[in-house]
């Protein structure tokens, strides 16, 4: 991992495409002044029928050839160029380009272009060169954007891609008489600062919602057997919960900020009357803060038990940022839990 300043960044391109299907995705490709490819995997979570934690979670570095360089500098030469540009802007319901170039640059050349339309194909085959050479000049160029901006995506595979930023996340149960404190501890490794929706938006996690629409929550379930009995206990985090010591670190707007290799660690207090409890016996399937698995002071028994924890926050690694959706990989097996 490297740690370090945060690189300079000279190029930026972003494609947003919008597909018949409805569906949108965005790339974001960034340009360092030392010419390295830098792009983001904020997916929190794998695909498919098994939904594990993505292991790629990051921002990484991509070394680039001679080549490459030479392309992007050739494609930036079209983009700064407005007379150029015009000609290779195309109305497309495809996708659009948004870029900004030369940053840093002592020069100060600068072309920003916000929602400009190409007919870009970023995943269009190769043309032969052949082909190529039939087409008009500013076909050639519509088609060497797309093409160097789709080499660039290819290079997310490259071995030699190296991870700069991340986050991990741990976390901890600590049972009180009037109720239970649980800390989760947010480090930020690599050059990039990260900054996490604020405390003050997150809510309690609705069951059945698309989980594709942008809310904020964050629960910490534990799971127990009580005298043959399955239990959930649902401890939802929100801006209540938090410390007096949390609140102050973190200011008036609960934004949480976390700086290159830093980490930075949340405390709440939950009261056990503010707990939802269920239980998997299909005669009695849902129980609120009473049940023969509590005592007298409103204790949760469990003879064993394990936690699992779930977001769905806005992380924002430097310039990128995703509503990232996060589930345990596997549970944390919790010892001696008998008086929560």
Sequence with gaps: ?????????????????????????????????????????????????????NQDFGVYAVPLDKD?????????????????????????LLSYLSYSLDQASVIKTFAKRNRIRYDLDIWAPKLPKDDFNKLSKAQ?????????????????????????????????????EKGVRVQVSLENIGVYP??????????????????????NCFEVKLLGLYKGTSLTSYIDLKAEYLDFKTREELGPSLLIKIPASTTKTLSFFVPYEEIQFESDDPNNPT?????????????????????????KLRVTISYFSDYVEYHEDQLIQLRDWKNL
């Design 1 to 53: 991992m490297t740690t370090g300043a945060e690189p300079t960044i000279n190029h930026r391109y972003m494609v947003k495409e919008s597909p018949y299907d409805g569906q949108r995705f965005t790339y974001v490709s960034l340009i360092s002044k030392d010419n390295k490819y830098i792009f983001a995997d904020l997916n929190g979570m794998t695909l498919g029928s098994q939904r594990k934690v």
């Design 68 to 92: 490459m360089i030479a392309r992007i500098k050739k494609i930036n030469g079209y983009l700064r160029n407005p007379k150029l540009s015009s000609q290779i802007e195309y109305p497309s």
């Design 140 to 176: 050639q160029m519509r088609y060497e954007v797309n093409s160097t901006l789709s080499d660039l995506l290819d290079l997310q595979k490259s071995p030699q891609k190296k991870l700069i930023s991340t986050l991990q996340t741990s976390y901890s149960l600590e049972p009180f």
């Design 194 to 215: 990260i900054q996490i929706t604020s405390v003050q938006d997150w809510v309690k996690r609705v069951y059945g919602r698309d989980s594709n629409l942008d809310f």
């Design 287 to 311: 129980t609120w803060n009473a049940g023969i698995n509590r005592t007298q002071e409103g204790h949760i028994l469990f003879d064993h038990a394990a936690m699992d924890v779930y977001w």
